[in-house]
């Protein structure tokens, strides 16, 4: 396990040093609008694996919601939830995240049904239970009828000393998947 942690954080590392493709330059806060994406690197515990698994600095998502007193975000943490959007920012690895927009006109997002959902943590499809980067893809496949990127099965990934922990959580090296890089890269998706 010491082996795998060396190996995180060295990945961390170069993704941070030299990963930076993501950095356009942050938009300002004032930019964003309903529907927008946004992500950055969580400090959670599985963070780490994400990020090497998927060869990436990105490790969390959601959808940012305007409401009459700012703006939020969804988000499936260990529950979906609404995050204001300052919370969410300051809660990513040096406040660093990262925005695209799908569409360009106003949206309303339709989200009250899906609030206090617990967090899907094997990351099993339509179970009813939602993981970050699930979540955006269902919101805009059933609401927008965009599909954002194709899922990708487990195996897809980097998994170098992540089998057993897979293995743990019930995640299935057949199953389907869409990770945070996965939305950010979709041709769907353009920076704002």
């Given amino acids: ?3 795998i942690k060396i190996i995180f954080g060295i990945l961390v590392i170069v993704l941070l040093v030299f990963g930076f493709k993501y950095c356009s330059g942050q938009t300002s806060t004032e930019k964003l609008k309903e529907g927008d994406l946004i992500f950055h690197t969580s400090k959670s515990d599985q963070s780490p694996a994400i990020q090497y698994a998927t060869m990436s600095v990105l490790s969390h998502c959601g959808i940012i919601i305007e409401k009459s007193n700012g703006l939020y975000v969804l988000e499936a943490s260990k529950k979906l939830k609404l995050t204001p959007l300052q919370e969410f920012i300051d809660r990513g690895k040096g406040k660093q995240w990262w925005a695209k927009r799908v569409i360009d006109q106003p949206v309303k997002v339709k989200y009250n ?6 967090y899907d943590t094997s990351f099993k499809p339509d179970n009813n239970l939602y993981y970050c980067s699930e979540l955006i893809h269902h919101i805009y496949k059933t609401q927008f009828n965009i599909v954002l990127c194709k899922y990708r099965k487990v195996s ?8 057993d922990m897979l293995k743990k959580r019930g995640i299935n090296l057949n199953q389907e998947v869409v990770a945070p890089i996965d939305i950010y890269n979709s041709k769907q998706a353009h920076n704002i």
């Fill in 1 to 3: 396990m010491k082996k």
């Fill in 113 to 118: 049904h899906l609030l206090g959902r617990r």
């Fill in 156 to 163: 897809d990934y980097h998994l170098i000393g992540l089998k």
